[in-house]
Nanobody
Framework: QVQLVESGGGLVQAGGSLRLSCAASGRTFSNYAMGWFRQAPGKEREFVGSIMWSGGRTNYADAVKGRFTISRDNAKNTVYLQMNSLKPEDTAVYYC????????????WGQGTQVTVSS
C-alpha cells in the first residue's frame, strides 16, 4: 500500500522560506514521478511542480519558477519542496502525489500540509 506523508508546513512571513517533505513508502518509486500541488481556500487545486524519481528531471509552474525547488533523496524515499521568497498568494494546503513515469493522472496523494504566508 502506497503511503505519502507530507510535513514541514507552517506560518512564515512574506519573503521567508519553508521546506516541505514528502516521505513515500509502500513500493519502489524508481519508475515514478512525484508532484507537488496546492489548493488555496475557494480555489481549485493547482500544479506546483514535479520531479522524475529516476534522473531527477524537474518541471515547475510559472508562478513558482525561480522561487521553488524540488529535489529527492533516494535513500530516504523522500521528496522535498524548498520554497523561497514566499508570498501571501502562496498560502495553501500543499499536497504531494505520485504517478507512474508515463502516466498523466496522479494515483497516490498525501494528506496535505498547510502553508500560511503572512504579509
Amino acid at each position: 500500500q502506497v503511503q505519502l506523508v507530507e510535513s514541514g508546513g507552517g506560518l512564515v512571513q512574506a519573503g521567508g522560506s519553508l521546506r516541505l517533505s514528502c516521505a513515500a513508502s509502500g513500493r519502489t518509486f524508481s519508475n515514478y514521478a512525484m508532484g507537488w500541488f496546492r489548493q488555496a481556500p475557494g480555489k481549485e487545486r493547482e500544479f506546483v511542480g514535479s520531479i522524475m524519481w529516476s534522473g531527477g528531471r524537474t518541471n515547475y509552474a510559472d508562478a513558482v519558477k525561480g522561487r521553488f525547488t524540488i529535489s529527492r533523496d533516494n535513500a530516504k524515499n523522500t521528496v522535498y519542496l524548498q520554497m523561497n521568497s514566499l508570498k501571501p498568494e502562496d498560502t495553501a494546503v500543499y499536497y504531494c502525489a505520485g504517478r507512474t513515469a508515463f502516466a498523466v493522472k496522479y494515483d497516490f496523494w498525501g494528506q496535505g500540509t498547510q502553508v500560511t504566508v503572512s504579509s
